[in-house]
């Protein structure tokens, strides 16, 4: 949904995001264009894109279906056959898939919620390795389901 909002004197429409807990998510950060200014944008879209393109590699190289859904900055996974085209759309085919695959990665030091994953600028280049180690265990878990 489209808002028009005052924030500290800057008036422009930003996107409302609205989750389960109630909680809304503005994206506005953009907007003010503090984060372009010293490049963390640039970033924060750089390590989305990174951890997308790792899982996709895992996941594709496993033979498992899935599609990623979303903006580089706030995006989730399905193990679905399908097109993610909306809310009604956006689902595992086996939600059991899903709940091993983020548990395999916790094992591993890897925190996913169940739902997006929201990229975050404290992630390093080691966090990363990390997080690859973590998405390749993971894979080789829901791979034998």
Known sequence: MLIKMIIMG???????AHTFGGVF???IAARLGRQ???G??????ETGRALQQMQSRALEGAGIAHQICGDETLFDVFFTTGPCRDYRSAKHDDPARNATYNATLRQ????KSPGK?????AITPVDLEKTEYAI???VQSIALT
């Open 10 to 16: 800057f008036h422009s429409p930003i996107y409302a």
């Open 25 to 27: 998510h503005f994206n």
């Open 36 to 38: 372009s200014r010293d």
């Open 40 to 45: 963390s944008y640039s970033r924060l879209r």
């Open 108 to 111: 591993h030091g890897i925190f």
């Open 117 to 121: 994953l929201y990229p975050s600028l």
């Open 136 to 138: 390749e265990r993971a």
